[in-house]
Each structure stands twice: as structure tokens, then as C-alpha cells.
């Protein structure tokens, strides 16, 4: 539905580099191609926390469930999929805590914290799959 990169300090510690580059899709869409991942409660700046899905072999973080959209929606992280050049990042979020020698982009969408208006952000096509998950998993538009 979008891709997000965000820069928030909490995502660049838990990527270890300068933010998480996030694909967030409906959950019946993620199809796991090996071992189910382990689930590991992880807390959040919201204080909400999140669910981090853990391969459970090598234990790379492979998607997360963040507490607004509960398990109806997961953050696939870009890098563990199959061909992650085709998730380039929609929009870049907490810019405010970025590292101050990344650039973003001439023309990309950027917010210093996270945006309000999603129709401004996210494609027409987008805003119909999340209004019908959210419906789905019962959740406020």
C-alpha cells in the first residue's frame, strides 16, 4: 500500500544504520517462503510497542505489526524481500531525527514527524486497500 522510510531514532536503533525502509501491506498478503517467524514484543516510541517478526533461523527482522493497525497490516522490512527494488520509499517520515549527512531526494514527500492528511501521501488505489483491511479487522477507518 506505501513504503515508508523512516528516520525516527527508534528505527535507526533497531536497524543498527540510518532508518527502516518499511512496505506495509494487508497481512494475508505476506506470504512466508520458509519457517514461521518468531514473534518478539519490542517496545515503541508510542509506548504502544510493537510485534517484530523474527526469522527464526538467522533472527533478521522480516515484518512488524505496530499497534494502530494491530495484526491487519504488517511493515514488511524492504530488504527481505525477493526483489526489493521495486518498494522504493513512497514518502520519508521522522525526518526530524535523521542523520544530518543523509539527503533526501529533490521532490520526495518528507514530514519532520508523521503526516495527518494520508490523501496527500498515499495513491487513491492505497486508500481503498486500507479503508477495506481496516474494515476487515474491524478497526476505525
Not at 520519508?92 to 521532490?107: D, E, L, N, Y
Request: one cysteine or more; aromatic letters at 8%; a positive charge.
Amino acid at each position: 500500500m506505501i513504503v515508508h522510510a523512516c528516520h525516527c531514532r527508534w528505527c535507526q536503533r533497531e536497524t543498527g544504520t540510518t532508518h527502516a525502509l518499511n512496505a506495509q501491506y494487508e497481512a494475508e498478503r505476506v506470504v512466508h517462503t520458509a519457517a514461521e517467524p518468531e514473534i518478539v514484543d519490542t517496545p515503541s516510541a508510542s509506548g504502544k510497542g510493537q510485534k517484530i517478526a523474527r526469522c527464526p533461523i538467522c533472527k533478521v527482522a522480516v515484518w512488524s505489526n505496530y499497534a494502530g493497525s494491530g495484526p491487519a497490516a504488517r511493515f514488511v522490512r524492504v530488504g527481505t524481500m525477493d526483489d526489493p527494488n521495486v518498494c522504493p520509499p513512497d514518502v520519508h517520515i521522522f525526518t526530524a531525527s535523521k542523520q544530518a549527512w543523509v539527503t533526501i531526494p529533490p521532490g520526495a514527500k518528507a514530514f519532520a514527524e508523521f503526516y495527518k492528511d494520508l490523501p496527500a501521501v498515499w495513491s487513491a488505489e492505497a486508500l481503498e486497500r486500507r479503508r477495506n483491511m481496516r474494515a476487515k479487522a474491524g478497526l476505525a477507518p
